[in-house]
């Protein structure tokens, strides 16, 4: 099935279509290693991996390479302040990093090169830049990026042209080199940054003097290096659309004459309780923070990627509940599915998810969505309803053997892995709430609604909600 996605740069969904047939090549831009990564990062690389996992199981060979900055303000600043060497401090962050994503089902990608295993790389490309006259030595040793020699630069984020001239400096008159990338004005920004002595002993040498990378550099490189000049993809969180993004192309189509990404794929942020996270609202929760009050890496990731990409998501606790329930209503019906299709859980793992040949006969909508513009909110909707229409009329064991294919398939994609627990079976329902369930089926048949809506409250209250289909009933969990 055709792939369709929003890309940034031409504010159009468009068709992924691939350079070389079938490859595609697809960078994201990666944590900086100074520090756990909270949920909002996970968001959007969680997104990033659904996204993947989609062109996989359309049958697209991906080529998935995600940096780890791991040479930049904050990881030297962090590293000096606990008495680190920088390659220690990084490694223990990127450690912590890979076991996070593990945790949260996440496919690794097939590239993941460090800044600091690049510099020559680095240096490489900003020679070249310096040739060309699109790049300037300052007198410390600092290399900027010339702006106004890149006509096109804005084109990303719609800079206006205007805006990008008169704003070179700070207002201070200062040339502005910070790494962070959160202030708003424009300028000429640092491809190289000469030694300072709050850099302590990282510094490499370089045509222009001791020094290290500026920030926005190590992705024009390495994906240059890994994926080539002009390539597919290109992905992140929506904060680094301007200035990141913008520098990369036009330090990358500066140097190189050549598109630089042909398709920009941005992610909308996580906000927590309506608002921004940030660390001294206290809100800025990791992983690790919600294991330990009781919930799963499993629910998080469900959260995470329930809400389309181009929206923000809201994060709640109750919302983290949420996402619980669905998932025990998913293993539910797959359980309920695999009866129907004689399958134990040990076979339902073992189905290799497929990339569909043609239509897909139980979950065509679910699979549509995801294939356009990564709508996986609307693909969980249908696959809750292809899901119940199964349960209320249970298939044939040839075709529940079909459907339970074309799921396995589906959330593979969403990396959602069911869970077979005792009570995703009927049998696990205790006997008294079968009892009720009994009971209330027959008031209902012989119309006494008032006994069937009072066993119905009860249930409820006891933990278990009834589900009527055209032949008869369900109890499930509430
Ligand atoms: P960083 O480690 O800060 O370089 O960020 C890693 C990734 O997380 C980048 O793609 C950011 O755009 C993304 N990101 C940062 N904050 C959020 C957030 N609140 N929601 C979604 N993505 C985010
Ligand atoms: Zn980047």
């Excluded at 020679?127 to 804005?154: C, E, K, M, T």
């Excluded at 510094?203 to 500026?214: E, L, Q, V």
């Excluded at 004689?342 to 065509?364: C, H, K």
């Amino acid at each position: 099935m055709k792939i369709q996605l929003h890309n940034t740069l031409t504010n159009r969904r468009e068709d992924i279509d691939p350079e070389n047939r079938g490859k595609i090549g697809f960078y994201c831009c990666g944590p900086t290693v100074y520090g756990p990564a909270h949920i909002g990062n996970f968001r959007t690389f969680l997104l990033q991996d659904v996204f993947r996992r989609v062109l996989e199981m359309e049958g697209y060979e991906v080529n998935h390479v995600r940096n780890l900055t791991d040479v930049d303000d904050k990881t030297i600043r962090q590293s000096l302040a606990e008495g680190m060497s920088l390659i220690n401090f990084t490694e223990k962050w990127t450690k912590k990093f890979h076991a996070d994503c593990e945790r949260l089902n996440m496919r690794p990608p097939h590239g993941e090169p460090t800044a600091t295993g690049h510099i020559q790389e680095q240096i490489d490309l900003i020679a070249r830049l310096v040739d060309q006259d699109h790049a300037y030595a300052a007198q410390d040793g600092s290399v900027y990026f010339r702006i106004a020699s890149f006509p096109n630069y804005g084109k990303l984020s719609n800079l206006d042209r205007r805006e990008t001239q008169t704003q070179t400096t700070s207002s201070s008159g200062e040339r502005n080199d910070a790494d962070e990338y959160d202030r708003e004005t424009v300028a000429d920004f640092a491809l190289w940054k000469a030694h300072k002595e709050e850099d302590g002993e990282n510094a490499w040498d370089s045509p222009w003097g001791r020094g290290r990378p500026g920030w926005h550099i190590e992705c024009s490189a390495m994906s240059i290096k890994y994926l080539g000049e002009s390539f597919d993809i290109h992905g992140g969180g929506i904060d680094l659309c301007f200035p990141h993004h913008e520098n990369e192309i036009a330090q990358s189509e500066a140097a190189t004459g050549k598109v630089f990404a042909r398709h920009w794929f941005h992610c909308a942020h996580l906000m927590v309780d309506g608002g921004k996270m940030s660390k001294s609202l206290g809100n800025l929760y990791t992983l690790e923070d919600l294991i330990q009050k009781g919930h799963t890496a499993r629910e998080l990731r469900y959260l995470l990627v329930s809400g389309s990409y181009r929206q923000p998501l809201n994060f709640t606790f109750e919302g983290l509940n949420a996402a619980k329930s669905a998932l025990q209503k998913i293993d539910r019906a797959t359980a309920k599915l695999c009866e129907s299709g004689g399958l134990d859980s040990e076979g339902f793992r073992e189905l290799t998810p497929r990339a569909p040949t043609g239509e897909m006969r139980f979950f065509e909508k679910s699979r549509a969505d995801l294939c356009r513009d990564l709508n996986t909110s609307a693909a969980l909707g249908n696959l809750f309803s292809s899901l119940k229409k199964l349960n209320a009329n249970p298939p044939e064991e040839k075709d529940a053997l079909i459907a339970l294919s074309e799921l396995a398939t589906l959330l593979a994609a969403l990396g959602i892995e069911p869970e077979f627990t005792a009570s995703s079976s009927d049998s696990e329902i205790p006997e008294e709430i079968q009892k009720l369930a009994e009971e209330r089926w027959k008031a209902k048949q012989s119309r006494d609604w008032p006994t069937a809506d009072q066993i119905r409250n009860d249930l409820l209250e006891k933990g278990w909600k009834i589900l009527d289909s055209k032949n008869g009933y369900d109890v499930e969990p509430k």
